[in-house]
């Protein structure tokens, strides 16, 4: 079955230079969410959008932004990047049938960013 | 607040075992509990999930887990361990219909010992 795609898998930037990571859900899902993984943490919710628009928002920085384009992908894009933001940063999609919170996420394999 | 969470950072079980990995969740009205598992360089995996109706609940590798009101918990089991079970296991919370985000637990790592 198709999953969740995320680009590029490892990306490597040095301080204050800008990144952009892609999000492709599995055909047919509607909902894309960005989570941020740190070194041994857990997946911290970033910022979510449904039928392209913003659906919900989380602990994501002013330096961050994050857009859904007709195709249903997703973009994070990162700029003035600091040591701190180096994490694993993972995509996930769902498909909304009523919009509750019983949606199934499905992650992806996660960008590692590391900035340098 | 709203919080889940896993009281073991590791748990070890020998292969063949039955193994239990915990999970305690605090939200105000209807919880919906999620585990994920992080197999090492990889991304979460859908395991299984509780919305309503029976407690038990099957998921993905032979994992069910027991919802149980009363304790607040939402332990993860499975009748025989295997090593291929190894990896971090993540509870889950999703609290209110407005809201997109799942709360993880810090997670849980799981040696299942040949």
């Known amino acids: 079955a198709a999953g969740v795609i995320q680009s590029p898998r490892h990306l490597i930037k040095e301080k204050r230079e800008t990144a952009t990571l892609k999000c492709y859900p599995i055909?047919?899902?509607?909902?894309v969410y960005w989570y941020q993984q740190g070194p041994g943490q857990d997946p911290q919710f970033l910022i979510s959008?449904?039928?392209?628009?913003?659906?919900d928002k989380g602990s994501i920085p002013d330096r961050f932004s994050a857009q859904q384009f007709s195709d249903y992908h997703s973009e994070l894009n990162m700029s003035s990047l600091e040591l701190g933001d180096s994490a694993l940063y993972f995509c996930?999609?769902?498909?909304?049938?009523?919009?509750?919170?019983?949606?199934?996420?499905?992650f992806g394999p996660g960008t590692r960013l590391t900035v340098l | 607040a709203q919080s889940v969470a896993q009281p073991e950072d590791q748990v070890n079980v020998a292969e063949g075992n039955p193994l239990t990995v915990k999970c305690t969740y605090s939200?105000?009205?209807?919880?919906?509990l999620f585990w994920y598992v992080q197999y090492p360089n990889r991304g979460l995996q859908f395991l299984l999930k509780?919305?309503?109706?029976?407690?038990l609940v099957k998921g993905s590798y032979g994992f069910e887990a027991e919802f149980n009101k009363s304790q607040t918990s939402f332990h993860l089991k499975k009748p025989s361990a295997l090593v291929s079970d190894s990896a971090l296991y993540f509870c889950?919370?999703?609290?209110?219909?407005?809201?997109?985000?799942?709360?993880f637990g810090k997670g849980t790592r799981l040696h299942i010992l040949p």
């Open positions: 055909p047919r899902h509607d909902t």
């Open positions: 959008f449904y039928e392209k628009m913003q659906s």
């Open positions: 996930a999609s769902s498909h909304s049938l009523s919009g509750g919170p019983g949606d199934t996420q499905y």
């Open positions: 509780y919305i309503t109706g029976d407690n």
């Open positions: 889950a919370v999703r609290y209110t219909p407005r809201d997109d985000k799942i709360i």
């Open positions: 939200v105000s009205g209807n919880p919906y």
